[in-house]
DNA sequence: CACAATACGTCAGCTTTGTTGACATTCCAA
DNA sequence: TTGGAATGTCAACAAAGCTGACGTATTGTG
């Protein structure tokens, strides 16, 4: 935190202006257009939608998860992701299974063709990601990481995290 | 994962593993989250929605835009913007007023109590978007921007450049 | 001038994805 | 054994996107 403090405060705090900040609220959104397209493309082709993409991804991110762990993940009402989840698992795209120790809790895993359609997903964004890291070059990246965190909420951040860890 | 690897290809294309890709992916997802929750909060309570917060925000933007300019900003249909732009109209906090040069078109302006509202709303977003800088620093900053112009389609960077050379 | 194209608004209907609220079931744990 | 937690389901609703069709100015063009 502490800044250029004395001398010539170094790069200055020119970076803080209402502008700049105006110019990273807009990049935000119109990247985060570029960021689903991929995906939404494929999807509409398969009449899903955004959140059937997001249940797949962290399914396949934490196999085994519960209903309730999904649900504080992706922020949303059971409800809400009930019927998202009905559908990946009537279509076979996800499988429910009893909880073991706990059996009230419902443990989902992506099927074969849950985990293909994944792959098909993440592949692409990972393209349109993958370029624009290569665009961009490895400190951009670790500052656009470095802001993106420092933007989450805190709770949010904890899900990041525990992410973060669970596979590296 | 390929950890050490060998010695050459300095910082290496590390960055670019499928991994680290993946991380960017969630930290987007994540990160968006934090981005919208203090604005739709205040939409919220006046029962306003995200839409109409892009389409004030937009016009606070490029006073007296015309409905199609806003239309390709904002990549929406015409009758979707309409129904928000409508309310928006009725409640007074923007102004259409017909086209000097082509009557056809239709000039967007904020009145007082929408640029009040966009104030208020602008104000919550940079504040979330300042702690995030302010804690990532100018050098993160820069790398943030250039990884999220490098994510957008090229139709849409082309809105954003045209907006940045606006004010600067 | 006549006609095509453009800009805008609107009606109707549909989809996705979110929300509340109410209620049943199952099952763990005190 | 009983209370609470986890899950599922029904119903109703809202925001915000979509398509298609149509109407009305207005403008540009052949």
Redesign the pocket.
């Known amino acids: 935190m502490p800044e250029g403090s004395s001398p010539p405060m170094g790069q200055s705090l020119l970076f803080l202006t209402d502008e700049q900040l105006r110019k990273g609220i807009e990049a935000m959104f119109f990247a985060y257009r570029g960021f689903t397209a991929d995906p939404d493309r494929i ?1 509409a082709q398969k ?8 249940a797949i991804h962290f399914i396949h991110r934490s196999p085994g998860t ?4 999904l ?1 504080s993940i ?13 559908t990946l698992i009537e279509d076979g795209l996800v499988a ?1 299974t ?2 073991i ?6 443990h989902l895993h992506l099927t074969q063709d849950g985990a293909a359609l994944e792959r098909e997903l993440s592949d692409a964004q990972r393209d349109r990601m993958r370029a624009a890291y290569r665009a961009a070059g490895p400190a951009a990246v670790a500052g656009f990481r470095q802001v993106l965190e420092a933007m989450m909420d805190d709770e949010t951040r904890h899900h990041y995290e525990a992410m973060k860890e669970k596979i590296e």
């Open positions: 999807l009449s899903y939608g955004r959140a059937h993409h997001r519960t209903v309730n762990n649900l992706l922020g949303v009402t059971k409800q809400s992701l009930n019927r998202v989840l009905r429910s009893v909880g120790r706990d059996k009230r809790e419902r």
